[in-house]
């Protein structure tokens, strides 16, 4: 199927990480024109050589999504060199450390929204107006299965994506009249390196991958985690005009854990 993302000008944050690699690989499959960030050029060195990118489809960026002017910068930069943005991907998030409320202070849920909440938000903030000015644009935000359900030890994440959640509906009623669709993809338990983390954070250093599986799928009725490149197809048929009338939309991905009481 022709998604219609062939040299469309793509800009992805967080695209080194275990579900942005394979979002990458995914519009660059399409013929995408992409624009990506991460942290670190070796990341990103990694990631063009495992993929084969060439530089006329591909502009890197190493930021801060939490510097809004890097940000600012980098959008402006993708613009300048490919003419326009039709795609904004924010996929950067961090899941912050797992203990209970008592034990979280401002500076933990800080460092988690600045990623999770305003790394996204300044992202949107750049990209909007030119996407405004050329009459049109997808923006389709990473958030987690998280905006639906509250997690034991984990309010500072679940908090954070329920409020990228609801700022990502606001943007899409604001972006309505100017034909720019704004949508959120919100994954279960992701079999990437994050989950690891989180894994170990949970159930302890020393819980073995298979069992923290277990635990995790426990409530999910295909009992496993979803793959990197499953949420990946999902959020370019989001980012898509094909969907042109969806937009405010949460688009889960759990096993048909939504059909569960969670």
């Known amino acids: 199927m022709d998604l219609g993302s062939k040299d469309k000008v793509v800009f992805i944050t967080g ?4 579900i942005g690699k394979e979002v990458v690989r995914a519009f660059a499959n399409e013929g995408a024109k992409l624009s990506i960030t991460s942290t670190k050029q070796e990341k990103i060195d ?4 495992e993929l084969g990118l060439s530089e006329e489809q591909c502009l890197s960026h190493v930021i801060d999504v939490t510097e809004e002017e890097a940000v600012k910068a980098a959008v402006k930069h993708t613009v300048d060199h490919y003419g326009e943005i039709n795609v904004l991907i924010n996929i950067a998030g961090y899941q912050g450390k797992a203990a209970p409320i008592t034990e979280q202070s401002y500076d933990d849920f800080m460092k988690v929204y600045s990623i999770n909440v305003f790394g996204p938000v300044y992202a949107i903030k750049a990209a909007f107006p030119y996407m405004e000015k050329q009459g049109g644009g997808s923006i389709v935000t990473l958030v987690s299965d998280g ?21 990502t509906k606001s943007v899409a009623l604001e972006g309505v009249d100017k034909n720019i669709r704004a949508n959120y993809i919100c994954p279960g338990p992701v079999d990437t390196d994050m989950m690891r983390r989180i894994e170990r ?4 250093e020393d819980v073995s991958v298979k069992d923290a599986k ?20 999902l959020t370019l048929f989001a980012a898509s005009d094909l969907i042109n009338h969806v937009t405010a939309e ?9 059909a569960t009481s969670r």
């Open 250 to 258: 949460g688009f889960r991905i759990n096993g048909g854990t939504s």
């Open 214 to 233: 277990a635990a995790f799928s426990a409530a999910n009725p295909q009992k496993r985690y979803a793959k990197p490149e499953e949420v990946a197809a």
């Open 201 to 204: 954070d949970t159930l302890g």
């Open 15 to 18: 695209a080194t990480g275990g």
């Open 46 to 49: 990694a990631l063009v050589k």
């Open 147 to 167: 905006a639906f359900v509250g997690a034991p030890g984990m309010s500072t994440y679940t908090s954070s994506k329920h409020a990228i959640a609801g700022i």
